[in-house]
């Protein structure tokens, strides 16, 4: 016999510019799945989501990917590092993407000036998260809590507009 899950039945949620909100519950009660839906990899099966003032919960996977891209940073339940690159790398590259280059063709679109704010940008963002020391280190190599901080510092190098962390304590 199938069971049918209904998660975020009428969920009605508003965060304005600022705001920090904290989503607790049980296992299984969808906290992840509100993320998801949050951060535009999912489609809610009803209802309106307004992101930024703009309806979006019919956008198409392209739209999709173009806010989340330049708006949204995430810290998933797993490690969403690149665990051959050093520290420093994981955000820097983070900061390419973001780029209207994009990653393949950043270094050779960005003049001098902006690939130097793009490295201070990064650097300031490790002394944040007490991480400057380790800059030249494998990201794989770190202990689990360096790996947390910087997978938040790599969320924040795009300066997104909605920062969703999925258990980064963990």
Partial sequence: EEV?????????????????VAVMGPSGCGKSTLLNILGLLDD???GSFVFNGTEVSKFNERKRAQLRKHNIG?????????????VFENVLIA??????????SAACRLNYKEEKSMRE??????????????????ASSLPYGQQRRLEIA???ATQPKLLLLDEPAA
Avoid: Y
């Fill in 74 to 86: 995430f810290v998933f339940q797993s490690f969403n590092l690149i665990d051959e690159l050093t």
């Fill in 4 to 20: 049918e899950t209904i998660a975020l039945n009428k969920l009605s949620l508003e965060v304005k510019e600022g705001e920090f």
């Fill in 44 to 46: 809610p099966d009803g």
């Fill in 95 to 104: 900061k390419h993407m973001n780029t209207r280059a994009g990653i393949l």
């Fill in 154 to 156: 790599r969320a924040l």
């Fill in 121 to 138: 940008e990064s650097m300031e963002l490790l002394d944040i998260f007490g991480l400057s020391g380790f800059k030249d280190e494998i």
